[in-house]
T-cell receptor, first 115, second 111 residues
């Protein structure tokens, strides 16, 4: 079974500070990994994805994530957080299997940005 | 141009009623999903359809019945609504690379 763990439910950072959101996954094959952001009252928007190749992937809004197979992790980072980054962040794992395909989401990390 | 659109955005109804949520995508994707997001923001897949065919049914009560008249539409019908059905329901479609595009969500409140 596939699963995602986001250990931090809430994170508060000051504007301009760096950010790292943690994500650990469990998947029986080569994982497809994603980070999504959800602003209040909105749907989910894809920030970035990893399928293969370079383990450091760049996304929109200045976000990046690093895939570490040995640690089963896919942590999201941003060097300098902006107030508009305050939102809920979801890590997800997926793949294409004989039983179909689906994205399994973590429980989310709520990011608050102090001005 | 909205890629994935859901209607209605808000739905308030009484227990025992039957309601439907509609979803349409204009991206030409073959695969569509319904997800349920509970009050703690946890997102759980309910159904997955590929080209009008049910692929995944994640142990959802049979009061929930998805219907896909064509691959651009995946509607969700819920019978005999219960208080525990209150949640935000998201429709999504997926491209060949597993990138999912989500609708804005439908906030269902059962009173």
């Amino acid at each position: 079974a596939q699963s995602v763990t986001q250990p931090d439910i809430h994170i508060t950072v000051s504007e301009g500070a760096s950010l790292e959101l943690r994500c650990n996954y469990s998947y029986g094959a080569t994982p497809y990994l994603f980070w999504y952001v959800q602003s209040p009252g909105q749907g989910l928007q894809l920030l970035l994805k990893y399928f293969s190749g370079d383990t450091l992937v760049q996304g929109i809004k200045g976000f990046e994530a690093e895939f570490k197979r040995s640690q089963s992790s896919f942590n999201l980072r941003k060097p300098s957080v902006h107030w508009s980054d305050a939102a809920e962040y979801f890590c997800a794992v997926g793949g294409i299997t004989g039983g179909g395909n689906k994205l399994t989401f973590g429980t989310g990390t709520q990011l608050k940005v102090e001005l | 141009d909205t890629a994935v659109s859901q209607t209605p955005k808000y739905l308030v109804t009484q227990m025992g009623n039957d309601k439907s949520i509609k979803c349409e995508q204009n991206l030409g994707h073959d695969t569509m999903y319904w997800y349920k997001q509970d009050s703690k923001k946890f997102l759980k897949i309910m159904f997955s359809y590929n080209n009008k065919e049910l692929i995944i049914n994640e142990t959802v009560p049979n009061r929930f019945s998805p219907k896909s008249p064509d691959k651009a539409h995946l509607n969700l019908h819920i019978n005999s609504l219960e208080l525990g059905d209150s949640a935000v329901y998201f429709c999504a479609s997926r491209d060949e690379g597993l990138k999912a595009f989500f609708g804005q969500g439908t906030r269902l409140t059962v009173v």
